[in-house]
């Protein structure tokens, strides 16, 4: 009984150890990759949940809250609550490397709900609780227009996806760190509007990336 008792300890103090690791992680960023938060105020958010920013008015205030958070994920989201409907989410996953080493991949995406895109992507290494800045690009900033269009699209189509001009849509694009798999994250390409008008062009809505240890894989998702 007391062997088992001191098992079901060190399970509970294992769990909340690593639950609470991607959390020091994320404190640990560089104060840009936060907008209009530093590491004091970041604490606050993950304490209570939330945090709103000081300053705002019945026109604007901003505020930052925990949307989803697990033993290698945590995703935060800042938006406003006084009736914009801007946003920007930020996401951060843990992978681990073959030689027992640690990595850290953040993203940040953003804009309105009918119409964001991704606006950073970075690679951390993780050396005794510190971030440090990794330069071989493990994952593309962003994936070209050109993986998801059919071959033998009009030109005039092309140029309307790129520009996202025709009034019947929009372009939004973003990477999803957290998915079924704990090897893959996902870059996806999605219109509002006008489905049926662009999804005859592309061959694909969604790239898979496959973390193998050292790299990441790149697939495409037929549709």
């Not at 033993?71 to 914009?84: A, H, N, Y």
């Not at 798999?181 to 809505?205: A, M, P, Q, R």
């Not at 193998?212 to 495409?220: L, Q």
Request: hydrophobic letters at 35%.
């Amino acid at each position: 009984m007391k062997k088992l008792l001191l098992t079901i300890i060190i399970l509970v103090f294992v769990h909340i150890a690593s639950g609470q690791t991607i959390k020091r992680l994320f404190l640990k960023l560089p104060n840009e990759c936060t907008p209009e938060i530093n590491e004091k105020e970041k604490q606050i958010l993950l304490q209570k949940g939330e945090y709103v920013i000081p300053g705002g008015d019945s026109i604007e205030t901003v505020e930052y809250n925990v949307e989803e958070t697990t033993k290698d994920f945590l995703r935060v989201e800042q938006s406003f609550t006084t009736g914009q409907r801007a946003f920007l989410a930020i996401e951060l996953r843990i992978f681990k490397k073959s030689n027992g080493d640690t990595i850290l991949i953040y993203s940040r995406y953003g804009g309105v709900p009918a119409f964001f895109n991704q606006q950073a992507l970075l690679t951390f290494n993780i050396k005794n609780g510190k971030l440090i800045d990794n330069k071989e690009n493990l994952l593309p900033d962003t994936v070209d227009l050109m993986n998801f269009i059919k071959k033998g699209t009009p030109d005039s189509i092309i140029t309307q996806i790129r520009q996202a001009a025709c009034t019947s849509y929009c372009l939004d694009t973003s990477y999803c760190l957290n998915t079924k798999s704990s090897k893959i994250v996902e870059y996806e390409l999605l219109f509002g509007g006008g489905e049926d008008e662009v999804d005859k062009w592309l061959t694909t809505n969604t790239v898979e990336f496959t973390w193998n240890g050292i790299s990441f894989s790149k697939e495409f998702i037929k549709q």
